[in-house]
């Protein structure tokens, strides 16, 4: 597709989260709230509908920032991206390449709101780092007060996507890992490719996002529906909507079986690939496009490993 992905502006998105300072954890709510307050303003200029989220844990603020497009009623499309990070590192793969991913979405999408038959709400999540451990739902916290109140409030969701880590790519032989071993002879051993992941009982939505993903972008993409109790399937937000019966995948340059900068300060601006990461962005704008134009999204129950 020769979309107007502008790789500069996914730069800029990713080094104007990566320079807050202190770092954008759980303990720097000061540093969240900028980052909160940027995304905002990203997010008025689609001319969506805005909603900020607001929620206390242990007597302070945190804030989901949700952009809404498209129609007001009916069923919705969700992507989400995480905006805080695991301690004190600058987290631009993770997951400051998911939020300027989802910005860029919204620029996108916004022209064409009145062709949209499917809302589309853009979530931009705090506090799925999991840094409060002692919380029973701490590991995606944002995300799951988030979905908590969809499902109570009996709201349709065709689907949610979650951006989780959009920006590394190598082609070194050998830079790719797997949870096991045997994965080595179905999929690459170079990470230059993007990954959609989810469940058993949901693979024809992994198949429809792999389609679109592949048809929308010049990016090589692979897909694997398998059991969330593998190592990394479950590990970020589409896991919240899971939790309340929401079909949901990740789409991901796989985490920690590539980036070794994954929960590190190394984990620089400096070190994406902008250039794939726009070619991503382009397949995920088609994907939302076609996901939008028909309710059957998901609705497979048949396991399937592609």
């Not at 990566?18 to 540093?31: E, G, Q």
């Not at 701490?138 to 969701?157: D, K, M, P, W």
């Not at 590190?264 to 076609?290: C, F, I, N, P």
Request: net charge neutral; glycine share 8%; charged share 25%.
């Amino acid at each position: 597709m020769d979309m107007p992905v502008d790789k500069e502006r996914l730069r800029q998105d990713v080094h104007m989260l990566t320079d807050i300072d202190p770092p954008r954890n759980a303990r720097n709510v000061a540093s969240l709230d900028r980052c909160a307050s940027t995304i905002l303003d990203a997010f008025k200029t689609t001319r969506g509908r805005i909603d900020v989220q607001r929620f206390t844990q242990d007597g302070k603020e945190y804030k989901n920032v949700i952009c809404s497009l498209g129609p007001e009623a009916g069923e919705r499309i969700v992507v989400g991206a995480h905006y805080d990070v695991q301690g004190d590192q600058p987290g631009a793969d993770d997951n400051a390449s998911g939020v300027a991913g989802l910005l860029e979405l919204g620029r996108l999408v916004s022209p064409r709101q009145g062709e949209l038959d499917c809302r589309i709400d853009l979530a931009a999540y705090t506090l799925e780092e999991g840094q409060y451990v002692r919380h029973p739902i701490a590991r995606h916290f944002g995300s799951y007060l988030h979905a908590r109140s969809l499902s109570r409030e009996g709201a349709s969701v065709r689907c949610m996507i979650c951006l989780e880590m959009i920006g590394y790519f190598t082609d070194r032989p050998h830079s790719q890992r797997y949870p096991v071993p045997f994965m080595h002879r179905f999929y690459p051993d170079q990470g230059n490719f993007i990954a959609v992941i989810g469940k058993w009982g949901q693979g024809r939505l992994v198949k429809r996002v792999h389609k679109a993903m592949a048809d929308g972008s010049r990016v090589p993409v692979r897909s694997l529906t398998t059991t969330p109790l593998l190592p990394g399937v479950s590990f970020s937000d589409h896991e919240s909507f899971w939790k309340f019966g929401y079909p949901a995948v990740m789409i991901t340059d796989s985490a920690f079986y590539r980036n070794r900068n994954y929960h590190r300060t190394s984990d620089r601006a400096d070190t994406l690939d902008y250039d794939t990461m726009a070619e991503v962005v382009k397949g995920l704008y088609w994907t939302v496009l076609q996901l939008g134009s028909s309710g059957t999204a998901g609705r497979s129950q048949e396991p399937e490993m592609i």
